[in-house]
């Protein structure tokens, strides 16, 4: 069965740090999201990208976060200037539709020291 | 601001009984509903989702839908303890942001 996959697992940077996240979506998918989650709190939604481009994003999404699709099967987003409150999970997600059903990859836990 | 309310539980059910979730939303504009299961640790697992009023069955989960209350609920019936985990409910709009609440824990008592 096709699922999301995400790499690395867990990312450990320092603060101030650049860090890229990867994802690779179902490959028939033409909608990826990324979302986070702080250690016990709600999954909160970054952003979306369609077309190549961004369709929708949330008020976190600001300008050190930015997300690529450097190629036919990847997806990243890109963290600049890591912040301590940037520690969580990051799930990246996929649809063949947008507003269809999304599934989720394993995530990445980024810890930021 | 658009939100979607969960009670947090914990919800206790026994073994084989059913386990009734529920979740509501601001936006009347809301598209598409989702039920995710998260385990401690793991990434939201798709369990459900419904696009129309009433109910939708897979299994033993039955989604179902009130778009004029606003209001969106999850049946289990005949809980396991492998049901013990986060349901999280998930609205979506206009195709491209997709908000989830804050999950409700269930815990199914053998």
């Known amino acids: 069965e096709p699922e999301v996959t995400q790499t690395p697992s867990h990312q450990v940077t320092q603060m101030g740090q650049e860090v890229i996240l990867r994802c690779v979506p179902i490959s028939n998918h033409l909608y990826f999201y990324w979302y986070r989650q702080i250690l016990g709190q709600k999954v909160e939604f970054l952003v979306s990208f369609y077309n190549n481009e961004i369709s929708e994003k949330s008020e976190i999404f600001d300008d050190q976060f930015s997300v690529e699709r450097p190629d036919g099967s990847n997806f990243t987003l890109k963290i600049r200037s890591t912040k301590l409150e940037d520690s969580a999970m990051y799930f990246c997600?996929?649809?063949?539709?947008?507003?269809?059903?999304?599934?989720f990859g394993p995530g990445t836990r980024l810890t930021v020291t | 601001q658009k939100e979607v309310e969960q009670n947090s539980g914990p919800l206790s059910v026994p073994e084989g009984a059913i386990a009734s979730l529920n979740c509501t939303y601001s936006d009347r504009g809301s598209q598409s509903f989702f039920w995710y299961r998260q385990y401690s640790g793991k990434s939201p697992e798709l369990i459900m989702f419904i696009y129309s009023n009433g109910d939708k069955e897979d299994g033993r989960f039955t989604a179902q839908l009130n778009k004029a209350s606003q209001y969106v609920s999850l049946l289990i019936r005949d809980s396991q303890p492998s049901d013990s985990a986060t349901y999280l409910c998930?609205?979506?709009?206009?195709?491209?942001?997709?908000?989830f609440g804050a999950g409700t824990r269930l815990f199914v008592k053998a």
């Open positions: 998930a609205v979506n709009w206009e195709g491209f942001k997709t908000i």
């Open positions: 997600a996929s649809s063949a539709q947008g507003g269809n059903e999304q599934y």
